[in-house]
T-cell receptor, first 113, second 111 residues
Framework: NAGVMQNPRHLVRRRGQEARLRCSPMKGHSHVYWYRQLPEEGLKFMVYLQKENIIDESGMPKERFSAEFPKEGPSILRIQQVVRGDSAAYFC???????????FGPGTRLTVT | KNEVEQSPQNLTAQEGEFITINCSYSVGISALHWLQQHPGGGIVSLFMLSSGKKKHGRLIATINIQEKHSSLHITASHPRDSAVYICAVTYSGAGSYQLTFGKGTKLSVIP
């Protein structure tokens, strides 16, 4: 019974490139959450998705960031034209329902050079 | 609204000591979570509670809804307990799925 999977674990991008972060929720979970942890800061909510729907993206920066959770395949967090300030750890979590315990993936550490 | 305060920020303990980490929040919540983040960075969910007390092994979590306060206790601490412990809440009402996090307590247990 695999847990939440994220890949890649580490991603290095140059300024201006695109970053794609993938998250496969636990089996049976249809709710996915993305969180960002900036260096020396706490975790912050970014976006909440259910299959094919964005439920709440109030924590997402207005530009360059997008997320999706297609009917088939993993959830993807996409960052276009990355800047140094995007360097952070990005965590995905999943849950079987909207309310309840969330299970975290190992995170993707993005470094923008 | 979104205030989750933890104390202490850093904690160093000798192996075997009893440890307490505190968390307070400002408004009504639907649930409080304790998470553990190891030096490698992965996050493990330890407890989710909305009232009373929960125990798992050497870990005990308590919550006082009236005082808006929770504690995480570790009995007979061990160096492998060294990690960052994070308190998070989900608020009542709209957006009750959204976790709001404290800044974490960095625990170091010395042999």
């Amino acid at each position: 019974n695999a847990g939440v999977m994220q890949n890649p674990r580490h991603l290095v991008r140059r300024r201006g490139q695109e970053a794609r972060l993938r998250c496969s929720p636990m089996k049976g979970h249809s709710h996915v959450y993305w969180y960002r942890q900036l260096p020396e800061e706490g975790l912050k909510f970014m976006v909440y998705l259910q299959k094919e729907n964005i439920i709440d993206e109030s924590g997402m920066p207005k530009e360059r960031f997008s997320a999706e959770f297609p009917k088939e395949g993993p959830s993807i967090l996409r960052i276009q034209q990355v800047v140094r300030g995007d360097s952070a750890a990005y965590f995905c979590a999943s849950s079987p329902g909207q309310v309840g315990q969330q299970y975290f993936g190992p995170g993707t550490r993005l470094t923008v050079t | 609204k979104n205030e989750v305060e933890q104390s202490p920020q850093n904690l160093t303990a000798q192996e075997g000591e009893f440890i307490t980490i505190n968390c307070s929040y400002s408004v009504g919540i639907s649930a409080l979570h304790w998470l553990q983040q190891h030096p490698g960075g992965g996050i493990v969910s330890l407890f989710m509670l909305s009232s009373g007390k929960k125990k798992h092994g050497r870990l005990i979590a308590t919550i006082n809804i009236q005082e808006k306060h929770s504690s995480l206790h570790i009995t007979a601490s061990h160096p492998r307990d060294s990690a960052v412990y994070i308190c998070a809440v989900t608020y009542s009402g709209a957006g009750s799925y959204q976790l709001t996090f404290g800044k974490g307590t960095k625990l170091s247990v010395i042999p």
